[in-house]
């Protein structure tokens, strides 16, 4: 073979190598996903993509943060199928199943032997609350319980013992008034925070039963949880008045050494955000003996109208993976101190207590249609609000009430 010939051979393979590149490079199926993500959220999300799209050749995911009005813009993609495949939505939108707009990942799920997709590795209070008519809808990411924040220096300025597992509820409340003073206030609680349901389960009412044809929110259990917290809220014996907190901030009364106690997320910073040294300790015990407390919950869920269901699916089990490692994981065998302090390293001193909340998590609530009209319109602005403000009694309100959140229910029979 002459010189001339063989030069022209290597020219022609060399040639063709960036064609062979390229068409590597467009034989991954792309795969997009919208979240709320802030701008420092949303890069250390980023992170974790490039490492699932560097780690395998047959996807890309795509990020698509849409951190303001973001279920407005969703709603306004998913009307103009201009969608992603993958969706970040919190408890509350597992609504959306009923109109359709989920993939039901429930036949994925039986046939994946990956520990993230295992329902027997999360807690049951998170995993069974997504399991929405039938179907599994996403995989949760994240579960959040609330748990008792509190400032270590006011408690040894007052001389009362620290908060701990063992405490009722009577003695969170006798807490909370020793160690009110003109400085500080024992706790603090504003309309519809921390969530009134709280002290419901912790009392052991509930708010739905489990046929969602029932709402027995005249037990006794839920009228002396609506009571206590009644008792509680702007009584200056313990917390702030409603002017207080409109003055000087909620939150910012707790970061600013105002406020002994908190509940909070346990995600929250208020270990690095408060004067003084912050403790956590699991929320009271409740007349079940236990410390209940609800989680907030967040899934990637995959669109139904996606042209790559298979590969969205994959996608989003890698994705959860990583994204498990980076906040409070829902799993069973990520509930560790060590596995904790790897998410969130600034809470090494608070690790332990939060780890020991997580066995005694739940939802907040049922999810079924209407339920925004049942939680959010009657439970909460017919019954909570006017007891809170003294315009009626749990006792009176609750039979009328419970009329009115049954028909809710019983649109859905």
């Not at 001339?4 to 199926?29: E, F, G, H, N, W």
């Not at 919190?90 to 036949?107: K, M, P, Q, R, T």
């Not at 400032?151 to 701990?164: A, L, Q, S, W």
């Not at 995600?267 to 956590?280: H, I, K, L, N």
């Amino acid at each position: 073979m002459s010189k001339l010939r063989i030069a022209i051979l290597i020219v022609l393979v060399l040639a063709m190598l960036p064609i062979t590149a390229s068409t590597s490079a467009q034989d991954k199926v792309t795969i997009r996903i919208t979240t709320w993500a802030g701008v420092e959220e949303a890069a250390e999300l980023q992170a974790i993509i490039d490492e699932v799209n560097a780690s395998q050749d047959a996807i890309e995911i795509v990020h698509e943060p849409k951190p303001s009005d973001y279920y407005t813009v969703l709603q306004t993609a998913l009307a103009g199928n201009e969608a992603a495949d993958l969706m970040w939505i919190d408890y509350g939108h597992l609504e959306w199943a009923f109109d359709g707009v989920y993939l039901d990942i429930s036949d994925y799920i039986a046939a994946d032997d990956r520990a993230t997709a295992d329902p027997d590795d999360y807690f049951p209070g998170i995993w069974d609350a997504g399991l929405v008519e039938g179907g599994t809808w996403g995989l949760p990411w994240i579960a959040q319980p609330l748990v008792l924040f509190y400032n270590k220096d006011i408690f040894d300025e007052m001389g009362v013992e620290y908060p701990n597992p063992d405490w009722t509820w009577d003695d969170f409340r006798a807490a909370a008034v020793a160690v009110t003073n003109e400085d500080h206030y024992g706790f603090t609680m504003q309309q519809g925070w921390p969530p009134p349901f709280l002290w419901v389960y912790s009392f052991g009412g509930e708010l739905v039963s489990d046929d969602l044809t029932q709402a027995p929110i005249d037990s006794p259990e839920v009228i002396d949880a609506i009571n206590f917290y009644a008792s509680m809220i702007w009584n200056e014996e313990l917390c702030p008045s409603e002017e207080t907190i409109a003055e000087e901030g909620f939150e910012a009364m707790m970061r600013a050494g105002r406020v002994a106690m908190f509940i909070g997320g346990a995600a929250d910073d208020y270990e690095r955000s408060t004067e003084g040294t912050v403790g956590v300790s699991m929320l009271p015990k409740g007349a079940t003996g236990e410390n209940t407390t609800t989680a907030w919950v967040a899934y990637t869920a995959i669109n139904a109208d996606t042209e790559h269901p298979d590969e969205a699916y994959d996608a989003m089990v890698m994705l959860t993976e990583g994204i498990q490692n980076w906040k409070p994981s829902p799993r069973i065998s990520h509930a560790t101190v060590e596995h904790f302090v790897a998410s969130i390293p600034y809470k090494a001193d608070t690790a332990a207590d939060i780890v020991a909340a997580l066995p005694y998590m739940r939802s907040e609530y049922k999810v079924f249609p209407h339920v925004g009209d049942f939680m959010w319109g009657v439970w909460r602005n017919d019954f909570v609000y006017p007891v809170v403000r003294g315009e009626d009694t749990a006792e009176a309100l609750a039979p009328d009430v419970r009329i009115l959140l049954e028909d809710i229910l019983a649109q859905n029979q």
